[in-house]
């Protein structure tokens, strides 16, 4: 970091409002209403502390519909920098403190929100036929796919209201959370600032168009997505495009295996497994492992898969 840079950030850092807004961001994105409530401080104000924070380089912005949301830089050394303000300054204050408890009275207010604006199809993950595999089962098959790598940044396509998106977390030096539905991506929020994840982020987005880079993620989950997509290979080659050339993708999904493929069960949903393997093979992806969930009417499985070394070779799909 340069003289100036540090100057910038420290002044910016050297307010109290500003040193209460960094501690409430250390658990988590939140919206300027969010902090306005906790603060209780008008929105003009608020903004202008925020306006700062963000000059200095110690906060980002991004917009979510008619919301703007604010999450500490992820830049290291300013990640650094704002973890040693925090350390100094006393967290069992009266200030922090409470502030503390208000963001947990803000959340539950969220989440009342995002279960009463949920229609049936928000929730149809939540409630689905035959039930998803509990969130351990998912992680432990996870892990044993990742193996010995580290997790690095992680994008979670899918992400729904956050029950996986909080344990991949943990292992995750960068996380990134996707869901099309609002009222998810406000419980989803909700449970990362909770389990206080400040590498975390939830943005709106949809499969067939990632907003994100190509090769920014050591590991892409495409968590019950790839089945609703609509078109398997678009929703395949998006998520091999923003996978780095050494990353794993992950596909959590209702997959039948191909002895299991019967007439009766054609029109029930989820991906068959050689066509799931076919596509990938004509991305350049190779399988890398099979894990099918066991006691499951539906069965769900994750698969693995890497790109292939031709394709690393070329650089290309074909």
């Known amino acids: 970091m340069s003289f100036d840079s ?13 040193l209460r807004i960094l501690a409430l961001l250390s658990s988590g994105e939140a919206a300027v ?6 603060l209780a401080q008008s929105q003009p104000r608020v903004s202008r502390h925020l306006r700062v924070l963000v000059d200095g380089g110690l906060v980002t912005r991004f917009r979510d519909g008619h919301w703007v949301y604010y999450r500490l830089a992820s830049a290291r050394d300013i990640a650094a920098l704002v973890g040693r303000i925090l350390e100094l300054a006393d967290q069992s204050s009266p200030e922090l403190s409470a502030d503390r408890k208000h963001l947990s009275r803000v959340k539950r207010e969220r989440e009342r929100e995002a279960y009463a604006g949920g229609s049936g199809r928000s929730w149809s993950r939540v409630a689905a036929p ?3 595999p509990d969130p351990a089962s998912v992680m432990d098959a996870i892990e044993e796919a990742v193996g010995d790598r580290e997790f ?14 909080c344990r991949l977390g943990v292992p995750a030096r960068r996380l990134v959370g996707v869901d099309h539905d609002r009222p998810m991506r406000l419980l989803a929020r909700s449970r990362v600032h909770q389990a206080s994840l400040p590498n975390c982020t939830v943005r709106d987005g949809d499969l067939l168009e990632l907003p994100f880079e190509d090769a920014s993620f050591d ?5 019950e997505v790839l089945s609703r997509s609509g078109d398997l290979r678009r929703g395949l080659a998006e998520a091999r495009r923003v996978l780095a050339p050494s990353g794993i993708l992950l596909i959590l999904d209702r997959i039948h295996p191909v002895t299991s493929r019967l007439a009766a069960n054609a ?4 991906l068959i497994e050689n066509q799931t393997v076919a596509l990938l093979g004509e991305l350049g992806c190779r399988i890398t492992r099979r894990s099918w969930f066991p ?12 790109l292939s070394s031709q394709s690393l070779r070329t650089g290309t799909d074909d």
Not at 219 to 223: A, E, I
Not at 295 to 306: I, M
């Open 6 to 18: 540090a100057l910038r950030a420290l002044k910016a850092a050297a307010d109290p409002t500003r």
């Open 33 to 38: 209403g969010e902090l306005q409530a906790i």
């Open 130 to 132: 035959g039930g998803r």
């Open 152 to 165: 690095g940044d992680v994008l979670d396509v899918g992400c729904g209201g956050g029950v996986l998106l």
């Open 219 to 223: 590991l892409v989950l495409l968590d």
């Open 267 to 270: 029109t029930s949903g989820g």
């Open 295 to 306: 006691g499951r009417a539906l069965e769900y499985a994750l698969f693995a898969a890497a």
